[in-house]
C-alpha cells in the first residue's frame, strides 16, 4: 500500500513536470508559404447606358491615372473603363521568428517588379511564373512589398507579431 501511494505520487510528479514543461516552451519558429498573386481589377460601363448597365456619367473628378490605376474615356459610343492593380493577398500575418517565403505568382499583368523591405535585390515576376522572396521575420512590426511597375495600388504588407 505504502509503495502504491508512493508510485503514485511520484507519476503526479511527472505530469506536473511533463505539463509545466508543455506550457513553458513557446511553440517555435515555422516556415510559412505564401502564394500572393498579381491581380488587375476592371470595370467597364458606359455613359449612355447598355445591355446591363443603366447610363453612367464618366466622373467629373476622376481619380488620378498612373501606372497602378487608371480611368479611361469615355469613348465616342460613351464606353468608359477602369483598372486597379493589387496583390491577393495585399497582407498576411506571421510570428516573429518565422522563416517566410513569399511566392508572388504572375496572373495579370505581363510583368512586375516586386522589391520586398529589408530584401537586398527586388525580383521581376513574369505572367506564367513564379518568383520566390524568403526573410526571416526577425522583429515585430510590419515589413511591407510593392510593385514598382504599378504604383500606388499593387502594395502590401507583412505583419510581424510578437512571440512571447
Ligand atoms: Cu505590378
Known sequence: MFFAR???SLAYFFIAIA???CVA???SAEVRDFYIVTVHYDGKTNAKGDATHKPEPFPAKPFESGQGMWVKGPEANGDWAVRAFVF???HVTVMQGDDVRLHFVGIHGGSHQISVEGVENPVTVKRGTTMTVSFK???????????TDH?????GQVVVLARN
Not at 521575420?137 to 510593385?147: D, E, L, Q, Y
Not at 504604383?151 to 502594395?155: D, G, I, L, Q, Y
Open 6 to 8: 508512493k508510485l503514485m
Open 19 to 21: 505539463s509545466f514543461v
Open 25 to 27: 516552451v513557446p511553440a
Open 88 to 90: 491577393d493577398p495585399s
Open 137 to 147: 521575420a526577425a522583429k515585430p512590426g510590419i515589413v511591407t512589398f510593392v510593385c
Open 151 to 155: 504604383p500606388p495600388s499593387m502594395r
